[in-house]
Every structure is written in structure tokens, then in C-alpha cells.
């Protein structure tokens, strides 16, 4: 079979913007880099109103407010007002931490869109132990806020061995909270997720017990409220492609201005990630060395420049290939094609990895939680 290369990307759809590192909670699956940008070298407001700028003119048309907790900026209803001004569709991640009714006004007077917000367990210690500080009351505040003032919201769940069995109560509260979508995103294992990996991989088990119980739901809720179940690539044996493909469909920046093809990427090495303090958005998007780095198909190892796969997961995900053998351009170990599928497999199984990773079905080592961003 002739399969057709993987061509140059278009322009991007989607911007992450971290405006923070803070946060008040700790979660020891956070998506941010243990290496956490401090409040001092934040963007400040004029600084992200050009970022916006320059992303609609690069034909981005949704940017999604995260951090940390984006609710710590003072300056947030202006970074919303600065994002609809340049024409974007303006989506807060957050917590639900320090919303009120008032700064729910604000936000949406400035032009917000639709809120995502971060939901750790059903029961609140459970809960609060997972995020590692008290925050159940605020998330149920926070929904029945965004309910009230009718703004489109979903659940975002980060699925793992301490809450993949209350799928179902997940789901529930979602129906109860008056959600529009719910993202069952199974963990990937980068930065905090990765110090935690031991006490974080779920059992086949589990995995499968949830993915039945996602089925049942979808089949009983019909179209009444969207449910997206991200696959666990280190159990299923597939690579998924990095956000679409490195470099290919969106873009992060960072707290401090740092740009980057994925969240993850800035941990990996020789990589000299541009920053929009001194170079412009279409530039860094189309010609810096970060996001050519692995675009195309002339990076890619035996097997994936042979595997028709390849131009669909795109030899899977660069950071996890590099958190598991030392480098970035090797096949994502995930994909059971792949040379070192056998450290997957080892994890999986309860071997392998960190020295002090136990087996699956013993004792799970506490979380370390994330620590916060001076």
C-alpha cells in the first residue's frame, strides 16, 4: 500500500495560553513542568494582548485561558476582553477556585465564551486528597455559577487508579451539574504525572471496567451530553499523536512567553524553545528549529518511516518517548510496534521504570504534590 507523506502543516486552530504557574491546588498528575515559571516573570497584560494579536493573524480562532489557575491574574477580565477584541473564542480552564458571582460577570461581560472545570473525585476527601488541598465546595460553587449565568461548561477529569472506579458518580455529577461535555482524559505521564507514575497507572482492570461503563453511559444519555474518553496509550498499546502532530494544529505559551509545541515539550533537551519577547508568532510557527524539530517524516526512526501509521499518530508522542529512553527521536515505546515496547510492558506489569515503582497490585506510594510557583 502507497501511502502519501505526511505534507507541511497549515496554519494553527488552537492557542493554550498559560497565564500562570499558581495554583492552589497540587495535584501530583498537574500537566505543568516540575520546572514552574514564577509570578515575577509572568506576561503582563499588554504582552499577552499582543500574543493574541499575533495568533488570530496567524489564523487561530480558540484560545483556551489556562494555567495553574488563571483565576490568580488580577488582569484576567482584561486578557478575555484582549482575546474577543482580536477575535478569538475565549475558553477559561480552571479550577473553580476564586470564582465568585462577580468575577463570573466580569469575565463574561469581557467576552468569555465557555468555561472547563476540573473535577478530582466525587467524594470530597477523596477528592482533596487527589488535589491536594481543599477545593470540592469551590468546584460545586463554580458549576452552579456557570449554570446560573448560562455559560457553556464541561468537566475535565484526569482519570487514574484513585478515581477510574467511580466513573459512573463522575458521570453522574456531570448530569447533576447541568455539564455540556465531560472529558474523561486518562492520565499521560509527564512532569508531575511522571514522579507519580507509581501511584498514579491504573490495573487493566480498572481500565477496562471504566471504558465499559463510558459505553453503557453514551448508550443511555444519547446526545444529552458529550462524553470524550482519551485513551491511556500505555495500556492500549497505541501511540496517539502529539496534540494532532508536533507542531501541527496548535500552540502553547507559556507563563513567561516560552512557546512550545505541546505542554510537556519544554523538558526536552536541545530543544531552544522561542519566546514571543523576542520573536513573533508566525515566525516561531513556521520557521524556529522547536517546532520543525519533529514536523514531517524525515525525523522518524525504523519501524515508523515504514508504517503506514505514521501518518496518523505521527510516531506518537515525542516527551513520552524521550520520559522513557533518553531520546525524543526514538518511537514512542507506547505504539507495540516499536523497539522498546518491552518498558511499556514492564511498567504496565509492575517492573521497570523508576527504581522505587512497585508492582501494580501492591501497596501505591503516597502522591508528591506539586509544589507551587513563587
Not at 137 to 151: Q, S
Not at 278 to 294: Q, T, V
Not at 309 to 319: A, F, P, S, V, W
Request: some cysteine; overall charge positive; charged content about 20%.
Amino acid at each position: 500500500m502507497t501511502v502519501a507523506p505526511i505534507g507541511p502543516p497549515g496554519p494553527p486552530w488552537a492557542l493554550l495560553a498559560e497565564l500562570t504557574h499558581g495554583c492552589p491546588l497540587r495535584c501530583g498528575y498537574c500537566a505543568n513542568p516540575v520546572e514552574l515559571v514564577g509570578r515575577s516573570a509572568e506576561l503582563d497584560t499588554g504582552q499577552w494582548a499582543s500574543v493574541f494579536r499575533q495568533a488570530a493573524a496567524l489564523g487561530v480562532v480558540q484560545t483556551h485561558l489556562s494555567g495553574g489557575e488563571p483565576l490568580l491574574r488580577r488582569d484576567l477580565p482584561g486578557l478575555v476582553a484582549a482575546a474577543d477584541t482580536a477575535g478569538l473564542y475565549a475558553q477559561l480552564v480552571t479550577s473553580g477556585v476564586g470564582l465568585t458571582e462577580r468575577r463570573l460577570t466580569e469575565l463574561v461581560d469581557a467576552g468569555l465564551r465557555s468555561a472547563q472545570l476540573s473535577v478530582q473525585h466525587t467524594d470530597a476527601a477523596r477528592a482533596e486528597h487527589i488535589a491536594g488541598a481543599r477545593s470540592a465546595g469551590a468546584k460545586e460553587r463554580a458549576a452552579r455559577l456557570l449554570r446560573a449565568a448560562g455559560l457553556p461548561f464541561g468537566l475535565n477529569v484526569v482519570l487514574h487508579h484513585g478515581n477510574l472506579d467511580a466513573i459512573d458518580d463522575l458521570i453522574a455529577l456531570a448530569v447533576a451539574w447541568g455539564a455540556d461535555r465531560v472529558e474523561l482524559a486518562n492520565t499521560q505521564y509527564h512532569g508531575w504525572a511522571l514522579r507519580n507514575r507509581a501511584a498514579l497507572l491504573p490495573t487493566r482492570a480498572q481500565l477496562e471496567q471504566a471504558r465499559r461503563k463510558v459505553l453503557r453511559w453514551r448508550r443511555r444519555l444519547g446526545g444529552d451530553l458529550e462524553l470524550i474518553w482519551v485513551t491511556p496509550d500505555l495500556l492500549d498499546a497505541t501511540a496517539k499523536p502529539c496534540m494532532g502532530g508536533w507542531g501541527r494544529v496548535s500552540l502553547t505559551v507559556t507563563p513567561d512567553g516560552t512557546v512550545l509545541p505541546c505542554p510537556s515539550a519544554a523538558a526536552l533537551p536541545d530543544l531552544d524553545p522561542p519566546n514571543v519577547k523576542s520573536h513573533r508568532l508566525d515566525w516561531i510557527w513556521r520557521d524556529s528549529k522547536a517546532f520543525n524539530a519533529f514536523r514531517g517524516e524525515s525525523w522518524m526512526p525504523s519501524p515508523c518511516r515504514d508504517c503506514a501509521l505514521r501518518t496518523t499518530d505521527h510516531g506518537g508522542c515525542r516527551c513520552q518517548a524521550h520520559a522513557l529512553t533518553g531520546d525524543p527521536a526514538r518511537t514512542d515505546p507506547a505504539c507495540r510496534h516499536a523497539p522498546d515496547h518491552h518498558l511499556v510492558a514492564d511498567l504496565v506489569r509492575g517492573r521497570g521504570g523508576a527504581a522505587d515503582d512497585p508492582p501494580l497490585a501492591g501497596r501505591r506510594p503516597a502522591y508528591v504534590y506539586r509544589e507551587g510557583a513563587k
